[in-house]
């Protein structure tokens, strides 16, 4: 079955620190990989996404992330949090055509100072 | 630079009440699709419409809902009688073609008293 774990469901990490969130998928193909960040109470802002290429791909935000195929993995880092980015990270991946998103569970970031 | 929007932002309604929420999707994109996320939990497919008609729909999608693009710019989504399990953001989301990234509209936040 396609599915997406994000195993925590909520980081803490203090300002000036690195940041790895964690993301695993099962899907039947390689999929299209995104990351994307929420507010409380508002819509999703897309961070990055795979597509194919190069396995490091470069985000907004200082964001980036690592596709690793023997790993189904797909994991956000960021070298160095801002008091700004304290929000819910989901992992999502899609197939290819018109198929649909599938969302993980999300990790919630706090920051503190 | 093009993007989904939606309306409204916030439709609080009365249970057993039907609610249309709306989306127009990027002019020339061909997928369109809906989610919902409850308060706090992961987003959730709804369904997706392609070619005037419904391509794949989810568990959550029953008899209550429906979805309809009647003027070629307009994307709709109905909820016949509303249940306060209802009560979520809804997403709208559309996609130019079979490769493309999926982009998500603001979202509703839908109230059910």
């Known amino acids: 079955a396609q599915s997406v774990t994000q195993p925590d469901i909520h980081i803490t990490v203090s300002e000036g620190a690195s940041l790895e969130l964690r993301c695993n998928y099962s899907?039947?193909?390689?999929?299209?990989l995104f990351w994307y960040v929420q507010s409380p109470g508002q819509g999703l802002q897309l961070l990055l996404k795979?597509?194919?290429?190069?396995?490091l791909v470069q985000g907004i935000k200082g964001f980036e992330a690592e596709f690793k195929r023997s790993q189904s993995s797909f994991n956000l880092r960021k070298p160095s949090v801002h008091w700004s980015d304290a929000a819910e990270y989901f992992c999502?991946?899609?197939?290819?055509?018109?198929?649909?998103?599938?969302f993980g569970a999300g990790t919630r970031l706090f920051v503190k100072a | 630079e093009p993007e989904v929007t939606q309306t409204p932002s916030h439709q609080v309604t009365q249970m057993g009440q039907e609610v249309i929420l709306r989306c127009v999707p990027i002019?020339?994109?061909?997928?369109f699709y809906w989610y919902r996320q409850i308060l706090g939990q992961k987003v959730e497919f709804l369904v997706s419409?392609?070619?005037?008609?419904?391509?794949?729909k989810s568990e959550i999608f029953d008899d209550q809902f429906s979805v309809e693009r009647p003027d070629g710019s307009n994307f709709t989504l109905k909820i016949r009688s509303t249940k306060l399990e209802d009560s979520a953001m809804y997403f709208c989301a559309s996609v130019a073609w079979d490769f493309g990234e999926q982009f998500f509209g603001p979202g509703t936040r839908l109230t059910v008293l």
């Open positions: 999502a991946v899609r197939g290819t055509g018109g198929f649909k998103t599938i």
């Open positions: 795979y597509f194919s290429g190069d396995t």
């Open positions: 899907y039947g193909a390689t999929p299209y």
């Open positions: 419409f392609y070619n005037n008609e419904i391509s794949e």
């Open positions: 002019s020339n994109h061909l997928y």
